[in-house]
T-cell receptor, first 116, second 112 residues
Framework: DGGITQSPKYLFRKEGQNVTLSCEQN?????MYWYRQDPGQGLRLIYY???????QKGDIAEGYSVSREKKESFPLTVTSAQKNPTAFYLC???????????????FGSGTRLTVV | GEDVEQSLFLSVREGDSSVINCTYT??????LYWYKQEPGAGLQLLTY?????DMKQDQRLTVLLNKKDKHLSLRIADTQTGDSAIYFC????????????FGRGTSLIVHP
């Protein structure tokens, strides 16, 4: 079955460390996204990529970095520059609107990152 | 201010209908979506409606769109305890590269 896999489900990080969250999809989707979710704040866009080897900053990109070397993979690195990294991180993918018009997302099951 | 607004909580009794409301500000919105998030999980696309439609029905779910008032609603008939979740409204516009803008989510609590 096709879908998006995020790993790990839970991640603990010491202050000052970088950590990388994995996101892999086998849906053949061109576009992939990273969101951060905090209680009561909904979803905030960190980075997105609409094609391999290209990505754009979202609303809260500071302290994060991404790469898109393969269509299937869009890892997110939370760097030590991110001042408040404890949150629930969601990865999503979609077919770009230029092809279908319907921009519905498929989401992964999320990674909960805690700084200790 | 927010582009998409939702009330934060809704409490209903099992078997009743639930109506979750959403307002948006961009009149050029093309697609509007409802997503469901269960505890500790990702979001699941429930349904969507194109801006030239007024209503869409899918089993227990009815979506109503009032373009004049920029108001979207999701009605869940015969609400069950398994419907307890956070429901997110989202909209896309051509000018925003079709990146959805999400509301903050409405927590639906279903009492037995």
């Amino acid at each position: 079955d096709g879908g998006i896999t995020q790993s790990p489900k839970y991640l603990f990080r010491k202050e000052g460390q970088n950590v990388t969250l994995s996101c892999e999809q086998n849906l053949n989707h061109d576009a992939m996204y990273w969101y951060r979710q905090d209680p009561g704040q909904g979803l905030r866009l960190i980075y997105y990529s609409q094609i391999v080897n290209d990505f754009q900053k979202g609303d809260i990109a500071e302290g994060y970095s991404v790469s898109r070397e393969k269509k299937e993979s869009f890892p997110l690195t939370v760097t030590s520059a991110q001042k408040n990294p404890t949150a629930f991180y969601l990865c999503a993918s979609s077919i770009p609107s230029t092809r279908t018009g319907n921009y519905g997302y498929t989401f992964g099951s999320g990674t909960r990152l805690t700084v200790v | 201010g927010e582009d998409v607004e939702q009330s934060l909580f809704l409490s209903v009794r099992e078997g009743d209908s639930s109506v979750i409301n959403c307002t948006y500000t961009d009149s050029s919105s093309t697609y509007l979506y409802w997503y469901k998030q269960e505890p500790g999980a990702g979001l699941q696309l429930l349904t969507y409606i194109f801006s030239n439609m007024d209503m869409k029905q899918d089993q227990r779910l009815t979506v109503l769109l009032n373009k004049k008032d920029k108001h979207l609603s999701l009605r869940i008939a015969d609400t069950q305890t398994g419907d307890s979740a956070i429901y997110f409204c989202a909209e896309t516009t051509p000018g925003g590269s079709y990146i959805p803008t999400f509301g903050r989510g409405t927590s639906l609590i279903v009492h037995p």
